[in-house]
């Protein structure tokens, strides 16, 4: 990725687009995966569940979730025409199967019913949101009562001197985070954490000595 010059790679990872959009949608498989593991690991997914992911990438790693649990119903948003292209060929057969819609929109106005999930995640998106108020009541309004919003994300601490997070990112730190959570109505179930202390490649193919993965998972009330 060093070809690509930084300020770019962070637009391009907000929202991926042409041929460049493709291969960015690659390494971010590489820099996600473990961080989809570890969210994954923290949710119990019942049979019958029905989970909303926003900002699925190029969907490589949706069928993660049906390993966890066949008997699911998904929907999967991203408003990258590439990677909603890509979700489909990844996932053709789960789709067939009447298991997965896809839907290339933006997240902060779905042409998704009220109340209809148990579960909406998002992994490493959080930083893109430009009108979080707006975007978390778009959430609040597709769960429902009781419904779990989880967050996968990596703190402020670790990301803020990456060269491709200088524009398009906003970056959080835990507690600032669970405020805006929980000035947005939401209430704080369970937030878990994993460090990796060995050298990692990240997305822009810099090398970072410690890894934080988080997964920050809240409640919408049943008021």
Not at 42 to 53: A, C, G
Not at 99 to 128: G, P, Q
Not at 189 to 197: A, G
Request: hydrophobic letters at 35%; charged letters at 25%.
């Amino acid at each position: 990725m060093n070809e690509i010059n930084p300020i770019e790679l962070g637009r391009q990872l907000k929202k991926p687009t042409g041929e460049i959009g493709l291969i960015v949608g690659d390494y971010m498989n590489t820099a996600n995966e473990q961080i989809y593991d570890f969210v994954l690991s923290h949710l119990n997914i019942r049979n019958n569940t029905k989970i909303l992911e926003i900002g699925c990438g190029n969907g490589k790693f949706i069928s993660k979730f049906f390993d966890t649990n066949s008997n699911i119903q998904m929907t999967a948003i991203d408003f990258s025409d590439v990677m909603c292209t890509e979700t489909k060929a990844f996932n053709k057969g789960i789709i067939d199967n009447n298991k997965l819609i896809v839907k290339c929109e933006d997240a902060i106005e779905m042409s998704l019913s009220d109340e209809t999930f148990d579960i909406v995640v998002t992994i490493n998106t959080v930083y893109f949101w430009e009108q979080v108020e707006r975007q978390l009541n778009e959430i609040k309004r597709v769960l429902k009562k009781d419904g779990l919003l989880v967050i996968g994300y990596r703190p402020k601490s670790i990301m803020k001197d990456g060269p491709s997070t200088q524009e398009v990112f906003t970056l959080y730190e835990p507690e600032d985070l669970k405020s805006v959570m929980k000035q947005n109505g939401f209430e704080i179930v369970k937030e878990v954490s994993q460090t990796t202390n060995r050298e990692v490649k990240i997305v822009d193919g810099s090398q970072v000595q410690q890894l934080i993965d988080i997964c920050l998972i809240v409640e919408k009330p049943s008021i």
